[in-house]
């Protein structure tokens, strides 16, 4: 089995980051991880709001998280576990992922 | 000539504004842009950095701002002047914009 890809924390780029979360179901998901007191499987995801969401693309959707550096992923078993890199973002560029977050949230409660 | 298509504030969305500024090139004329007293003409932008930009690229890169609302444009006799929309984006997602220009500034002086 291919070890995961992470970026180191200094590798962690700007438009990356930026690229990972423009797309509405990553930032979905992304939010879902970052607001979870636990590691997140995938399997969590099969759905993200009202949309059902192929597990091919799932997995292309987690592959492009973790290579921005947002999420770091572990094998267990069968299953991934899907973790935040907020602390390391926050230490690289501070307040970028709150206002991210904070945006999508405001966003979403304005759609809902 | 066609005119200039600039979304309404509330239908400036998250995604967008990610998408438009998750490329070095537009993020480094956007940050120009918003940084800038006056209006800033098309033509200020053939090289960002080092690096000198095909025309006809610049001209995509400052629709896919325009489109995304971060900039109105305005022609000018042969002209287009820009000028960023920040204040309106501000009033949208508080704190995003200045989040994001922090971590490429942050960035760029890490790179430098």
Same mark, same amino acid.
């Given at each position: 089995?291919r070890?995961?890809?992470?970026p180191?924390p200094? !590798?962690?780029?700007?438009?990356?980051?930026l690229h990972?979360?423009s !797309?509405?179901v990553?930032?979905?998901?992304? +939010?879902d991880?970052a607001g979870? !007191?636990c590691?997140?499987?995938?399997s969590?995801?099969?759905t993200?709001g !009202?949309?059902?969401?192929?597990k +091919? +693309?799932?997995?292309q959707?987690?592959?492009v998280l973790?290579?921005?550096?947002?999420?770091?992923?572990?094998?267990?078993?069968?299953?991934?576990?899907?973790? +935040?890199?907020?602390?390391?973002?926050?230490?690289?560029f501070?307040?970028l992922l709150?206002a991210?977050m904070n945006?999508?949230?405001?966003?979403?409660?304005?759609r809902?």
């Amino acid at each position: 089995m291919r070890p995961l890809f992470h970026p180191a924390p200094e !590798d962690i780029s700007l438009e990356g980051v930026l690229h990972a979360l423009s !797309d509405p179901v990553r930032v979905a998901i992304f +939010s879902d991880i970052a607001g979870a !007191d636990c590691a997140q499987t995938c399997s969590a995801f099969a759905t993200v709001g !009202d949309r059902e969401i192929p597990k +091919s +693309s799932l997995s292309q959707h987690f592959k492009v998280l973790r290579e921005a550096g947002l999420i770091r992923s572990e094998r267990q078993g069968v299953e991934m576990r899907n973790l +935040s890199r907020c602390a390391e973002i926050e230490a690289r560029f501070p307040g970028l992922l709150p206002a991210i977050m904070n945006a999508h949230a405001a966003q979403a409660a304005a759609r809902a």
